[in-house]
């Protein structure tokens, strides 16, 4: 890519953040506990998951002592087959804004390590080490993805940014052509549609690595 390439950064991240919530907080009386769309696990199962995708990547940015560099070795589990297996649960009694509060305090607390971690830090994942720009997009692809998972089933309309699946697109993405749509672009990138020129993907991945 070119280098006047413009960086995902913690602002396009908040603005993200903040309109899931938004949307997702209109939908609290839903029923939570039916599959998402296409997926095995049900809607809370899946925030439960994006919850525990944005914890990681805030565990990512947090510097951390070359004696104990490493995978971060939490337990995980799943409460029943097919489900949601990993190492953050929200109580179910808290009910559905208990289950938000949990997505809320994981996407801002990567927001505000964004805003303070060096642009040299780099972590692992397991398409590529990445830096702090690279966790914002990768952060960017999970909740816009995640929630498209769940539009249809809870009822909302979710359309993120062109602008800003453009720019993750180009972060992550760098072999992708985007089209006119950036949106069903990055939709297609991760799997979930085809396009009418180019069929559903059945394996794909995205590059973490800065270039």
Do not use: K
């Amino acid at each position: 890519m070119s280098e006047t390439r413009q960086p995902v950064t913690a602002d396009d991240l908040e603005g993200l953040v903040d309109h899931m919530m938004t949307t997702l907080i209109e939908r609290l009386g839903a029923d939570w506990l039916v599959p998402a769309g296409e997926l095995t696990y049900s809607c809370w199962e899946l925030i439960e998951h994006l919850a525990e995708s944005l914890f990681f990547y805030a565990g990512q940015l947090v510097a951390v002592p070359e004696a104990i560099v490493g995978s971060y070795p939490y337990v995980e589990r799943n409460d029943r087959p097919g489900g949601h297996e990993g190492t953050l649960f929200v109580d179910r009694d808290e009910g559905p804004a208990g289950l938000l509060r949990a997505l809320n305090a994981c996407s801002r607390i990567v927001v505000s390590l964004l805003r303070t971690a060096p642009s040299a830090h780099r972590a692992r994942h397991m398409w590529g080490h990445a830096d702090p720009e690279g966790f914002a997009a990768m952060s960017v692809v999970e909740i816009a993805v995640h929630v498209h998972d769940l539009a249809s089933t809870i009822g909302i309309d979710w359309n993120p940014s062109p602008q800003l699946c453009a720019l993750t697109l180009a972060r992550l993405f760098p072999d992708v052509e985007v089209g006119n749509d950036p949106w069903a672009t990055l939709l297609w990138a991760t799997g979930r549609t085809a396009l009418a020129d180019r069929p559903r993907l059945d394996d794909w991945r995205w590059y973490s690595e800065p270039r």
